[in-house]
C-alpha cells in the first residue's frame, strides 16, 4: 500500500465504520461549541451547514453500525478565539478526512460521505490561508494553536486504530495518517518540516 492508495481488506469494514462514526461524533460537538462563540458571518453560515451534514452522518453509520454514538452531556471546551478555532477544527475535520478516504475505499457506495469531508477541510484551509496571510497576532496565535494540537494527533490515531481487525495495518496506517495531515499543516504554513517531527 502506497500513501497515495492505500486499500485495507473488507475484514476492516467495521472498524472503519466505527471510526469514522467516533470522528463524526467529535467534529458534531466541536462544531456545535464554536457556534457558541463570537465568529465572522459567514463562517457561521457554514458551520450551520457542516452540523447538518455531521448530523446526518451519524444517523447513517448508527444506523448501518446498530449503535448510538457517545453523547456528552455538555459540550467541549472550543478556543474562543476564531484563529486558533479554525486551527481545532481544521485538525479534526483532517482527520476525519483520512478515514472516510479508507472507507471509501472499501465501500465505494459511501464516496458522497468523502465528498462531504474534502468539501469540510477545503472551507477551513480557505479560512486558515486567509489568516495566515493577513500576519500579525491573528497569525501568530494560529501557528501556535497548531503545534499544541500536533503534538496530542500522534496519541488520537493511536487510540483510533486500537481494533484486532486494523492490528496488521497498525503501523502503516499510523505513519500514513500523520503524514498525510502533517503535509496539510505544512502546506498551508502552519507548521513547518522541522517542527513536524512525526513519529516513526
Known sequence: MTAESMVLPATCERALLERFLRAEAMALWAVRAAQTQQLPRHVQRFLQRHETDEQ???RQF????GTISQRPSTLPTVPSQWEMLAVLLFGYEALGLEFARLLAAVR???AD?????QVHVGFFEKELTAILAAGGIGSQQARDAARAWWKKVPRTVERYLQDPSLEPYRAELRGHILSVIG????RLGLLTDATLGIPQ
Open 56 to 58: 446526518e452522518h451519524l
Open 62 to 65: 448508527e444506523a448501518m453500525l
Open 108 to 110: 465505494p457506495d459511501l
Open 113 to 117: 460521505i468523502l465528498d462531504d469531508e
Open 183 to 186: 503535509e496539510r499543516f505544512v
